[in-house]
């Protein structure tokens, strides 16, 4: 149980941006605060708009490692240069975590 309280003055500017820090991760101010007092890892969500582009890098991903595969007896040097291009695109999928 949390019954003990602290307070600490800050600016008006710095209050808002801690209010729009703790909104971003999901979390209340206070919580927000505690977090990262104690170090521990806060994490921003992703808005809608992040999300589908997740989705789509995902699309793209499949996709371009199945035109891949087709080619890869046909043509094997352009069947590298789309398997690096979805490497790459693999590589942006996981900045997002």
Do not use: W
């Not at 941006?17 to 505690?34: T, V, Y």
């Not at 994490?43 to 589908?52: V, Y």
């Amino acid at each position: 149980m949390k019954t003990s309280f602290i307070k600490f003055r800050i600016s008006l500017f710095d209050k808002k941006i801690l209010k729009l820090k703790a909104k971003k991760s999901g979390l209340s101010l206070s919580e927000f605060c505690r977090k990262t007092v104690f170090e521990k890892e806060v994490k921003e969500r992703l808005t809608e708009e992040q999300i589908q582009f997740y989705k789509m890098l995902i699309k793209y991903h499949n996709n371009f490692k199945s035109i891949g595969n087709l080619f890869k007896n046909k043509d094997p040097l352009f069947s590298k240069k789309v398997n690096e291009l979805a490497e790459e695109i693999k590589t942006h999928l996981n900045n997002f975590k």
